[in-house]
Every structure is written in structure tokens, then in C-alpha cells.
T-cell receptor, first 111, second 116 residues
């Protein structure tokens, strides 16, 4: 799977929007962009995924650059519960089954 | 519905002992994965089961590690002759695997293994 680059950490204030960036300059045309997050002392949980168009679900939005070399996970109103490590992962149809996790971005949310 | 469950939640063992960790995947999920996360480290893939196919064992760190999946459902990860470096959180996940580009993996809460 192609490589992704994320900042090690970010801070946000509660109830403000958070934009978590991910660079994936070697992405191929069939790679899907997935985001997972891991809350403290829990297993990872799926957040969202997309291919080319921006995506919205109840948890977050995913904004994908036109050239697909970067994407941004948007939390519209951060809560204390959103403090977690966020992982950006690329997947393609021929991917081996397991996810390949990088170091992710540790998001801290201040009250 | 019920998510992925793992047992025990915590396991403390002595160096040299064998341990078994259990994973109950979501009903109907054909794929099952084991990962581990050492303190301050990232998530490391261990082994992957998909339906009736031979498991992908490419992530197992040594021949002390093995896993079984009985009846396409419950899985057991066995670590023989445990070492202190085996101390970690062992995570299990399952998925439908319609296609690997879009499938979602659902993780259990993990088993924290401490080897004294």
C-alpha cells in the first residue's frame, strides 16, 4: 500500500472544527483513502473512507484534493471524546487483507 | 448488534509459560485479523484469516506464535514460551471483505498481555 504522511500531533479547542491533514503523493488511481481512530485504551474504529469525491457521515467529513495527493479529515465540532490517534490509510483492490497503520496524528482537545 | 469480543481483557503470565487469547468476531464476517500494539508503538499486523483460505501468517514474529480459527468463527492466538518482549495489547478485528479496497474492519477491545 502507498505511504501516507501525517503530523505527529495536533491540538484543538472543544466545540471548534478540526482539520486533520494527510499527504499521499504516491497514491494510485484505485487507492481508497480510509481513516480510523483509536481512543485511549480502546481498539481502533473506522471513521470514513472515500475515493475521489468528498464524503460526509455522522462522525466526520473527508475532503479529498482534486489531484488526490492529499486529504483532510474534518471534525465539525470537536468534543473531548474526539481526543484520539487518527490514522490515514490507503487501500486498493489488490491490497492484502490487513491494514497497515502508520504513526497517525494524536489529537488533543482542550475544554 | 454485538461487536468483536476478546477474552481475557487482561492476562498476566510468567516468562516461559504458554498463553491463549480468544477472539469472537462479528457474526457473518468472513475475515478475521490479529494485530498487536506494544507500549508506545504502532499497530503491527500478525495474521489474517479469510474464509476457508490458508491464513496469511506473514506478520507472525516467531514460530512461538500461532493462531487457529475454528468453524470460520472463533479464533485463538497462542503464544508459546512467552518472553517479556511479548508484552503488548493484542487486538482482533473482523470484516466482511466484499472488496479489500472498501471493507471496514471492526476491532475488539483487545487483550493486555503482561509477561513478568
Amino acid at each position: 500500500d502507498a505511504k501516507t504522511t501525517q503530523p505527529n500531533s495536533m491540538e484543538s479547542n472543544e466545540e471548534e472544527p478540526v482539520h486533520l491533514p494527510c499527504n499521499h503523493s504516491t497514491i494510485s488511481g484505485t487507492d481508497y483513502i480510509h481513516w480510523y481512530r483509536q481512543l485511549p485504551s480502546q481498539g481502533p474504529e473506522y471513521v470514513i473512507h472515500g475515493l475521489t469525491s468528498n464524503v460526509n457521515n455522522r462522525m466526520a467529513s473527508l475532503a479529498i484534493a482534486e489531484d488526490r495527493k492529499s486529504s483532510t479529515l474534518i471534525l465539525h465540532r470537536a468534543t473531548l471524546r474526539d481526543a484520539a490517534v487518527y490514522y490515514c490509510i490507503l487501500r486498493y483492490g489488490g491490497s492484502q487483507g490487513n491494514l497497515i497503520f502508520g504513526k497517525g496524528t494524536k489529537l488533543s482537545v482542550k475544554p | 448488534g454485538a461487536g468483536v469480543s476478546q477474552s481475557p481483557s487482561n492476562k498476566v503470565t510468567e516468562k516461559g509459560k504458554d498463553v491463549e487469547l480468544r477472539c469472537d468476531p462479528i457474526s457473518g464476517h468472513t475475515a478475521l485479523y490479529w494485530y498487536r500494539q506494544s507500549l508506545g508503538q504502532g499497530l503491527e499486523f500478525l495474521i489474517y484469516f479469510q474464509g476457508n483460505s490458508a491464513p496469511d501468517k506473514s506478520g507472525l514474529p516467531s514460530d512461538r506464535f500461532s493462531a487457529e480459527r475454528t468453524g470460520g468463527s472463533v479464533s485463538t492466538l497462542t503464544i508459546q514460551r512467552t518472553q517479556q518482549e511479548d508484552s503488548a495489547v493484542y487486538l482482533c478485528a473482523s470484516s466482511l471483505v466484499v472488496t479489500s479496497s472498501t471493507d471496514t474492519q471492526y476491532f475488539g477491545p483487545g487483550t493486555r498481555l503482561t509477561v513478568l
